[in-house]
């Protein structure tokens, strides 16, 4: 029994579950997606893809995800900070940062930003999807990857000494066999340390199979779904039966792109909007699965900050918590979604392997 067991586990050290207040479940404090760039097919000469980012790349950017290269990374600790303090003076109390290998995990810097602000900050173990892989990876076999997650949250994170407070996010898209790889290691990486996995799946609409089968993956090896959560889940509210599925396999859902409305050149992946997201959660509130759904904003890419015109980390703070009021939840369900689900996630359990 380590003494993590009962505890949350972040940057700065080890708290308890009462320390904890309203928390963020998915949020990137400096990340780096680069390598998911791909030139649009009207940048016929590169220009766009190379431009610096400014409110008129953006404006084309919320249309074209991944067209502009600065968009793709966040390395401005001044600003990082700043974005944290307005969360922080909305009440906010923790963010749960799910960068994890491939995105430019900075474990001294995200310590630095905890510091300045006040606001607790778990670090991600793992690996990111397929396209952000280094190419050290391939030679890992999945024991070493096991071993590599078990490290970071037991020792700490490349000689740094800080030390990863859940797994994830662990990217998955169709999936690949390398994702799978590092979806199996890191739910044998659950069972050995008692942590939360969380995991980005890629929701495709009509298709019910790909999240059981994730789903199989991790309990195949030992791992726990009830502490298990399924990232990106915003799209699957036009399919009920499909999110009850998962919610009586007790996983949790994770609908962590508030503030994100706009749709996407590539229409099957077109956001919601925060309206929608409010009232399928409130449904949820009402069929009796509160406690198994968590809120974000996956703040990651350079518009979303609100230092170039976007909604930060303090949306959800700010201008939706009354939205669920609207809809007809109770405040107790309200502190459920903020505080209690995140508490019960982040509280490491005793191992089972």
């Known amino acids: 029994m380590t003494d993590r067991v009962g505890r949350i586990q972040t940057v700065l050290g080890l708290i308890?579950?009462?320390?904890?207040?309203?928390?963020?479940?998915?949020?990137?404090?400096?990340?780096?997606?680069?390598?998911?760039?791909?030139?649009?097919?009207?940048?016929?000469?590169?220009?766009?893809?190379?431009?610096?980012?400014?409110?008129?790349?953006?404006?084309?950017?919320?249309?074209?995800?991944?067209?502009?290269?600065?968009?793709?990374?966040?390395?401005?600790?001044?600003?990082?900070?700043?974005?944290?303090?307005?969360?922080?003076?909305?009440?906010?109390?923790a963010i749960v940062d799910c960068t994890t290998v491939g995105l430019a995990r900075d474990p001294q810097a995200i310590r630095r930003v905890s510091e300045a602000t006040g606001v607790h900050v778990t670090m991600g173990a793992g690996y990111y999807q397929d396209r952000c892989l280094p190419a050290?990876?391939?030679?890992?076999?999945?024991?070493?990857?096991?071993?590599?997650?078990?490290?970071?949250?037991?020792?700490?994170?490349?000689?740094?000494?800080?030390?990863?407070?859940?797994?994830?996010?662990?990217?998955?898209?169709?999936?690949?066999?390398?994702?799978?790889?590092?979806?199996?290691?890191?739910?044998?990486?659950?069972?050995?340390?008692?942590?939360?996995?969380?995991?980005?799946?890629?929701?495709?609409?009509?298709?019910?199979?790909?999240?059981?089968?994730?789903?199989?993956?991790?309990?195949?090896?030992?791992?726990?779904?009830?502490?298990t959560v399924f990232s990106h889940m915003d799209r699957t509210g036009q399919d009920p039966e499909q999110q009850l599925s998962l919610l009586r396999r007790g996983l949790t859902i994770e609908y962590d792109e508030f503030g994100y409305e706009s749709t996407n050149r590539a229409w099957d992946r077109s956001s919601v909007q925060d309206g929608v997201r409010v009232r399928d959660i409130a449904r949820l509130a009402?069929?009796?699965?509160?406690?198994?759904?968590?809120?974000?904003?996956?703040?990651?890419?350079k518009r979303m900050q609100i230092a170039n015109g976007g909604w930060g980390f303090s949306h959800l703070l700010e201008r939706?918590?009354?939205?669920?009021?609207?809809?007809?939840?109770?405040?107790?369900?309200?502190e459920m979604l903020f505080v209690d689900n995140p508490r019960r996630l982040l509280t490491f359990v005793p191992p089972t392997a």
């Open 286 to 301: 009402e069929a009796g699965y509160v406690g198994q759904v968590t809120v974000a904003h996956d703040v990651s890419f």
């Open 16 to 93: 308890e579950p009462a320390e904890l207040g309203p928390t963020l479940m998915h949020e990137h404090l400096f990340f780096d997606l680069r390598p998911m760039h791909r030139r649009a097919e009207w940048d016929i000469d590169g220009s766009f893809a190379n431009a610096p980012a400014t409110p008129a790349t953006h404006a084309r950017s919320r249309w074209d995800w991944f067209a502009n290269i600065d968009e793709l990374f966040v390395d401005d600790e001044a600003t990082v900070i700043e974005e944290v303090r307005r969360f922080a003076a909305a009440g906010g109390s």
């Open 320 to 334: 939706v918590r009354d939205g669920f009021r609207w809809a007809g939840m109770t405040d107790r369900e309200i």
């Open 136 to 227: 050290a990876f391939d030679a890992l076999t999945e024991d070493q990857i096991t071993d590599e997650i078990v490290r970071d949250i037991e020792i700490g994170v490349d000689g740094t000494g800080i030390r990863a407070g859940h797994i994830g996010e662990i990217g998955t898209t169709v999936p690949t066999e390398r994702e799978l790889r590092s979806l199996r290691a890191a739910a044998r990486a659950q069972a050995r340390t008692g942590a939360h996995l969380n995991v980005h799946q890629s929701y495709v609409p009509g298709n019910r199979a790909i999240q059981h089968m994730l789903a199989d993956t991790i309990e195949a090896v030992g791992g726990d779904l009830t502490r």
